[in-house]
């Protein structure tokens, strides 16, 4: 049966769609505040209700009625198998190997998967200091995949970022800085690493190299366009076509159930 596609709906909304198609039915995710909220509640109401959900402050598989307004918000641990704090989330959970998706967010990312939440600049006397990792590198070192949601932006998009909060596919080796693949660090403790990063103009993923390429432009956009929005030389030639629009259903869930009180989606 044919899709019935909204015609209507804003970039927050398709950032939400999108990353809610990369749950499998059955994933245990880790979310974070905002749009990881909204992706796996809509997952959970369409194409992955079994799903379970760890929110980072420590409930596990809630059901909440309403949307969180973040990780820490009571109603997270609505129905939940598990009620607890940080200790159950990271090492009850994520340490343990139970964690099939995480979903992250980051100021810098390159062309490796490597995310920087830290600083800009050097770190001993960095432009700009952020608030730090807030459990990045455990989860996007801990879970067997990770979709990072950023905005589009070439500054952001860059060859080799300022700091490594959270390691990619390919990261510097220490004494020699010399760049190899994660599983020659991670070692038996490889589990997986960056399966896609979602923006406002595309969906990217990885070869087998561990190198992003776009894998979908967002409609209203070219390949070109999201090319030029990157400081590295993006391979655009793997580029599938447009994102799948929301349908009238996926924006309706989103709006009149998933976050009916406008906290996410003003």
């Known amino acids: 049966m044919a899709k019935n596609y909204a015609t209507n709906y804003k970039p927050n909304d398709l950032l939400a769609v999108a990353s809610a198609r990369e749950v499998n039915d059955g994933d245990v995710v880790f979310a974070g505040t905002g749009l990881p909220m909204l ?14 959900c760890i929110y980072e402050a420590g409930s596990v598989d809630g059901r909440p009625v309403d949307l969180p307004a973040s990780v820490g918000d009571a109603r997270c641990a609505w129905q939940a198998s598990v009620a607890a704090g940080l200790t159950e989330a990271f090492y009850g959970q ?18 490796y998967g490597n995310v920087n939440t830290t600083v ?24 067997r995949r990770t979709v990072f949601i950023m905005v589009q932006e070439k500054r952001r998009f860059k060859e080799h970022v300022d ?5 990619g596919w390919r990261l510097p080796k220490w004494p020699s800085g010399e760049f190899v693949h994660r599983k020659e660090v991670y070692g038996k403790f490889f589990q997986g690493g ?13 070869d087998d190299d561990g190198i992003m390429y776009l894998d979908t432009v967002h409609p209203g956009f070219t390949a070109e366009q999201v090319k030029d929005n990157c ?36």
């Open 94 to 111: 994520l340490h343990s190997g139970y964690v099939d998706l995480g979903f992250l967010g980051g100021a810098e990312i390159d062309q």
């Open 194 to 206: 960056p399966s896609a990063v979602i923006t406002n103009m595309g969906v990217f993923r990885f």
């Open 39 to 52: 992706a796996i509640m809509l997952a959970q109401k369409t194409t992955a209700p079994n799903s379970v």
């Open 231 to 266: 400081l590295f030389d993006l391979n655009i030639s793997r580029c599938q076509g447009e994102t799948e629009r929301p349908t009238v259903e996926e924006i309706e869930l989103l709006y009149n159930e998933v976050d009916k009180e406008g906290i996410f989606l003003p």
């Open 120 to 143: 800009v600049g050097d770190y001993s006397a960095p432009k700009k200091r952020f608030t730090g990792s807030g459990g990045n590198p455990d989860i996007n070192s801990l879970a």
């Open 163 to 167: 700091y490594i909060t959270s390691p």
